[in-house]
């Protein structure tokens, strides 16, 4: 697929529709659909990601626009997790201009309504985003990708409020805090998470802010498990997965989220709690016959004692998915995954 190129003066007309769409959007779409606010916990957070649209799109799918009414107007979490796939990204094709416009159009859909509404946001970066498969030669396979990326994460307005605890070489890998909440960002935007950034996760999950956090999650694109049809096989989840989730044990990590398989589950794997984030547009589980469903999800925590839990929608009419109706493990690409006690455990409202 080729797209024609996106010129300055026709960069700043498109910029400048998405501001003006982004006011005029149907925000009153979460009132009207009644969206159900659960019982809310000490600390909130909203895990969506995998919603951006076809290859080079300045514009997302009409659940984007109803996903973030009701996170401003409704649900109004301390701070929203993206695992990935913001833009759309991965295409030699697309002119070297096209980056850059798609971050914009990211900011007007996204983020800049999260800045507007006080809510904080961390991301990391999915094969669409900034991948990281590389070349023989050792050159990152889709560099511009990259390059974009990192010039758009480098506002520093996407980092106001947060605590960033430990180096980083943002979006690829940082440490930061939102309150009591700990989150690791790992570069899993490919197979491939080398000895380099394990170890950086390694002291990063091993330091005094990640010891005192209240609750610790590690967030990466690729899952450790494959769990969808077409993404349970190689190259769909990260290489030796088993080493990094011994990672996260030895230091009591409390998730880790991740999207790519497009696909919703709430698990847990060999002792580590797995958030398989799903997002918009989606993939059935491996062998279930439910047809897939598009997904965002909350997750409210409660301290002493630690309580964590999952309220999950589809966004098509903010109906909650059912924990039952979830299969009670999934033999995965890389092992079983058994179904999260987490996934509608939310304590009673005047617990």
């Known amino acids: 697929m080729t ?3 996106v010129t300055r ?13 982004a006011c005029f959007a149907p925000w009153s779409a979460a009132r009207d659909a009644a969206v159900h606010d659960p019982p809310r916990g000490d600390m909130r957070a909203v895990v969506f990601g995998d919603f951006n649209g076809p290859y080079g799109s300045l514009t997302y799918p009409a659940a984007v626009a109803r996903v973030m009414a009701a996170i401003v107007d409704v649900w109004l979490p301390n701070v929203v997790l993206m695992p990935g796939d913001l833009v759309a990204g991965q295409h030699h094709t697309l002119p070297d201009d096209r980056f850059a416009a798609m971050w914009d159009a990211f900011d007007a859909a996204v983020a800049a309504r999260l800045r507007a509404a006080g809510i904080h946001y961390v991301a990391t970066m999915g094969n669409h985003d900034a991948s990281n498969l590389r070349g023989r030669d050792g050159s990152f396979a889709f560099a511009r990708e990259r390059e974009a990326a990192a010039a758009y994460w480098a506002r520093p307005e996407h980092w106001h409020g947060l605590d960033v605890v430990g180096p980083a070489t943002a979006p690829f890998t940082a440490l930061v805090r939102s309150g009591p909440l700990l989150v690791a960002v790992i570069d899993a935007s490919g197979p491939v998470v080398d000895d380099e950034q394990r170890a950086w996760l390694e002291g990063a999950l091993g330091s005094a802010p990640a010891r005192e956090a209240g609750v610790r999650l590690v967030m990466g694109h690729l899952p450790l498990v494959g769990i969808a049809v077409g993404r349970d096989r190689q190259g769909e989840v990260i290489w030796e997965a088993a080493s990094l989730r011994d990672i996260m044990l030895e230091h009591a990590v409390d998730g880790y989220v991740s999207g790519h398989q497009a696909a919703y589950y709430p698990g847990r794997w060999e002792g580590l709690e797995l958030l398989f984030s799903g997002g918009i547009g989606g993939r ?3 062998a279930w016959d439910a047809p897939p469903r598009s997904a965002v999800t909350l997750v409210d925590v409660w301290f002493e004692p630690l ?8 966004p098509a009419g903010f109906q909650p998915f059912a924990t039952a109706a979830l299969p009670q ?23």
């Open 329 to 351: 493990r999934i033999d995965g690409y890389g092992g079983v995954v058994e179904r999260s006690a987490r996934d509608g455990s939310c304590p009673a409202p005047d617990r």
């Open 3 to 5: 797209l024609p190129p």
């Open 9 to 21: 003066s026709g960069l700043v007309r498109v910029n400048a529709l998405l501001a003006v769409l």
């Open 307 to 314: 309580v964590v839990c999952y309220t999950t929608f589809d």
């Open 284 to 286: 059935a589980l491996r």
